[in-house]
Nanobody, 120 residues
């Protein structure tokens, strides 16, 4: 299993970024996927999740209305469109594969992360 994130960078407050996660080594279309972030000095924070078909989508309250998760199963790729970015969104963003039937939500594979920095 391999998850490779890309698309991070530095942006001013109010700006946008689109993260991508290329998945390989498993049947991507069979799994729920998530984005998780970790800010400096803080623990991991689940940001958003999506079911295999893309019809069920969930967001943390902190990003609702600003971030949009999506997936392209034909391309084995997960996306996170981030708009109206705030300094509080600064973090290392990870793509993660959901551990099936876990409650509370757990993850069995993570990417290496892509850094997002929001600063003027």
């Amino acid at each position: 299993v391999q998850l490779v994130e890309s698309g991070g960078g530095m942006v001013q407050p109010g700006g946008s970024l689109r993260l991508s996660c290329a998945a390989s080594g498993f049947t991507f279309s069979n799994y729920d996927m998530s984005w998780v972030r970790q800010a400096p000095g803080k623990g991991p924070e689940w940001v958003s999740g999506i079911n295999p078909g893309g019809g069920s989508i969930y967001y943390a309250d902190s990003v609702k209305g600003r971030f949009t998760i999506s997936r392209d199963n034909a391309k084995n790729t997960l996306y996170l469109q981030m708009n109206s970015l705030e300094p509080e969104d600064t973090a290392l963003y990870y793509c993660a594969r959901d551990l099936p039937q876990s409650d509370p939500k757990e993850f069995d594979y993570w990417g290496q992360g892509t850094q997002v920095t929001v600063s003027s």
